[in-house]
T-cell receptor, first 111, second 111 residues
């Protein structure tokens, strides 16, 4: 069974731009979560989707948004990028046993 | 904010020795999961222990959970150079559909 995939793997943007990241969960997994990892704040929860519905959202500004499609694939969008948005963005899918498996991440650099 | 603390923040041992990492958390949990991360890559799922379990084994890994003390430990036996990585505990918080991570332990195995 293929693991969680994320695209793109690396992204360089400038301040003020917007970006869309994509995540495909493990086949059969319906829950997808997003996390941001930075050296200063560590791993922080962004949001979680299940069957196209956002069930929980972390403490991030409204510039961060996401959605989930009927095939469980998910996207997250960050608008009006700031330097502090530079981070590794990780997507995870949850199994029926509640194990969460992570993808390789998207490294976003904002210049 | 982080759910809990991991101890130690860094650990350096000789190949073949055992490594023990500890994790404390603050709220009620469904389960606790341990992950490994190599050099800013994705998180590799190691093991999940449910709140009603006290100990679990997987290969060279042994995890314990003490819900009365809100703490867990990860023991890696007979360490190898390839075990060099950062290790994170993550609590699956009751009613929240999210994982809350500790700040991680940086483990270095010296050949």
């Amino acid at each position: 069974k293929a693991g969680v995939t994320q695209t793109p793997r690396y992204l360089i943007k400038t301040r003020g731009q917007q970006v869309t990241l994509s995540c495909s969960p493990i086949s059969g997994h319906r829950s997808v979560s997003w996390y941001q990892q930075t050296p200063g704040q560590g791993l922080q929860f962004l949001f979680e989707y299940f069957s196209e519905t956002q069930r929980n959202k972390g403490n991030f500004p409204g510039r961060f948004s996401g959605r989930q499609f009927s095939n469980s694939r998910s996207e997250m969008n960050v608008s009006t990028l700031e330097l502090g948005d530079s981070a590794l963005y990780l997507c995870a899918s949850r199994s029926g046993y509640n194990e969460q498996f992570f993808g390789p991440g998207t490294r976003l650099t904002v210049l | 904010s982080q759910q809990g603390e991991e101890d130690p923040q860094a650990l350096s041992i000789q190949e073949g020795e055992n490594a023990t990492m500890n994790c404390s958390y603050k709220t009620s949990i469904n389960n606790l999961q341990w992950y490994r991360q190599n050099s800013g890559r994705g998180l590799v799922h190691l093991i999940l222990i449910r709140s009603n379990e006290r100990e679990k084994h997987s290969g060279r890994l042994r995890v314990t959970l003490d819900t009365s003390k809100k703490s867990s430990s990860l023991l890696i036996t007979a360490s190898r150079a390839a075990d060099t990585a950062s290790y994170f505990c993550a609590t699956d918080v009751q009613g929240a559909q999210k994982l809350v991570f500790g700040q991680g332990t940086r483990l270095t195995i010296n050949p």
